[in-house]
């Protein structure tokens, strides 16, 4: 039941309009009555006041000042304008005022019954809609979260009927009638490095600035915490929705430069469009298309209606070229090339997900071509973390696979070279002599090539084999050791490799033509005799 006041400074017309109201029909406990303004707000200080009929020209104060100050002080009560003043400037500022009508005396009394009932259809949305902001400020969130994410993972059926039975099981105060707005906000990227529980606390900051700042005071709408640093904000919403996405707009752009500035991250928002609750995991399904298939912009706000990415089949580029390129180690060269060829995609808007991903496997596919044309082992070069890491990264955006270019690049061209390569090889063998490990395969692991292509170029560059030059340089520091320490023999063996002792002097003797104990006294020997002959010698020859 409503309460209806007649506000009018003439009697006859408050009389013939209680003449003319028929409670129980239209559903009226009270109608209340004032004849001036002053009077309209004593019934509003001792009554309930839900329908107020309201002429203009009354004495001290008018009607449109008692609009404004009942808009004020009571903002659910719903005014309707009556007066014999078929005025335009006045119907402009009583709507201006949130009058719901503006009617000329006489007021026909279907007339009369037909703006009442318009009355008071829009204070059961209003009841309605202020019923759903006090479940939003007040209910459980988890609640809501679980019934969003069930409807996303289709747990609950994406039907009507499904998702009423849902919302009823949940105690939701949902109608069927009631829309929302989905809003996605995805990480594009951390620009700092940054451990798991850094990670999550960046991403509680980032949950609540969004509560703040795009759901607001009136907090109606609730957050849904999904997978890869992403949240869904479902916004209900009763006023045009024109208005709604262009506020959100606006919160956006605040919101991403907040987060931008002091997150340490890359953030993108996507704002769908007004849906019924059942539609909204196909909204969110769009929405998500819509995120993997932004490979080209960071920190931007994106409207499904309007943004939706280009589908048109870009040309891929010349990978014969490029692999000429690697071949032979321009790299400066293939880096500026695929730099210039993306930059040019994104310029005619035809870059996606799916060519991005096409370009990361054809790119991939010319790499290790070279690389096995030059004998390098490709899981050898680039099974490290941060390989590893660019690799799967190189498919989400533009930026990450020009990163990914770069390093891959870098890495293929700088273990081609034959010179550079070897001199590794040496280097490794010099600060490995003492190891008896020191075989051509694990050699051969730590240049990233082919164990046979290593041994080719090793060759070609020394004119020894890889097994020759060990030997040799064994040897030749355990002769260094013999004549210039006084390092038992057995420790000397260990010292170039060799744990068996008869081993090592068998080698020795094969390659000095004599054993570890006869060279150490034969240069002892030819150490004392050079002493001697330089104290026979006078210092004045």
């Not at 991403?256 to 704002?271: A, H, L, P, V």
């Not at 019924?276 to 995120?291: G, K, R, T």
Request: one cysteine or more.
């Amino acid at each position: 039941m409503y309460n209806l006041m007649i506000v009018d400074d003439e009697m006859l017309v408050v009389e013939g309009l209680l003449f003319d109201l028929d409670k129980e029909k239209l559903q009226l406990s009270q109608v209340l009555t004032a004849y001036t303004t002053k009077m309209a707000k004593e019934v509003f200080e001792q009554h309930r006041v839900d329908i107020m009929l309201c002429d203009i020209e009354m004495p001290q104060e008018s009607g449109l000042q008692l609009l404004s100050w009942v808009r004020e002080h009571y903002p659910d009560t719903v005014s309707i304008i009556i007066t014999s003043h078929a005025d335009f400037h006045y119907a402009k500022e009583a709507i201006e005022l949130g009058s719901l009508d503006y009617l000329l005396k006489p007021v026909p009394t279907v007339e009369l019954e037909r703006v009442i009932e318009k009355a008071k259809s829009r204070l059961t949305r209003v009841t309605q809609f202020n019923h759903y902001h006090k479940f939003w400020s007040q209910q459980q969130p988890l609640v809501v979260e679980r019934f969003w994410l069930d409807l996303l993972h289709h747990t609950i059926p994406a039907k009507e009927l499904a998702v009423n039975e849902a919302m009823k099981e949940s105690k939701l105060p949902f109608s069927a009638e009631m829309r929302f707005l989905p809003l996605l906000i995805s990480v594009q990227r951390w620009s700092k490095d940054l451990d798991l529980r850094s990670r999550k606390i960046l991403e509680y900051a980032l949950k609540n600035s969004a509560e703040e700042m795009l759901i607001g005071e009136l907090k109606m709408g609730s957050i849904v915490p999904l997978d890869r640093s992403r949240m869904l904000i479902i916004f209900v919403h009763e006023s045009d929705e024109n208005a709604i996405t262009e506020q959100l707009l606006t919160k956006c752009k605040a919101y991403i430069e907040s987060c931008t500035r002091y997150f340490y991250c890359d953030i993108s928002c996507y704002i769908g469009a007004s849906a019924y609750a059942h539609e909204i995991s196909d909204m969110y399904n769009e929405l998500v298309s819509l995120e993997r298939n932004n490979v080209a912009f960071n920190n931007k706000v994106f409207f499904l209606k309007a943004d939706a990415i280009s589908t048109v089949a870009a040309r891929l580029p010349d990978m014969e070229l490029w692999a000429t390129l690697l071949k032979k180690g321009a790299k400066d060269t293939i880096i500026n090339e695929v730099s210039s060829y993306l930059d040019r995609l994104v310029l005619l808007k035809q870059i996606n997900a799916e060519v991005l991903h096409k370009l990361h496997l054809d790119f991939l596919q010319l790499v290790y071509f070279v690389l096995n044309l030059k004998g390098i082992q490709a899981h050898q070069l680039f099974s490290d973390r941060l390989s590893t890491e660019l690799s799967d990264n190189a498919t989400r955006s533009v930026a990450d696979l020009k990163v990914w270019v770069r390093h891959t690049v870098d890495k293929a061209i700088e273990h081609s070279e034959a010179d550079n390569v070897v001199d590794k090889v040496k280097k490794y063998i010099a600060l490995h002599l003492e190891s008896d490990e020191l075989s051509r395969d694990i050699i051969a692991a730590q240049t990233y090539l082919n164990p046979d292509y290593l041994s080719r170029i090793f060759k070609k560059q020394t004119g020894l084999s890889i097994s020759d030059y060990v030997i040799h340089e064994r040897i030749r520091m355990a002769s260094e050791l013999l004549t210039k320490t006084d390092m038992p023999i057995s420790q000397v063996a260990g010292s170039v490799g060799y744990s068996n002792f008869s081993h090592f002097t068998n080698i020795f003797k094969k390659y000095m033509k004599c054993s570890p104990v006869e060279y150490r006294l034969k240069h002892q020997e030819v150490g004392k005799s050079q002493e001697t002959s330089r104290q026979n010698v006078s210092p004045l020859e």
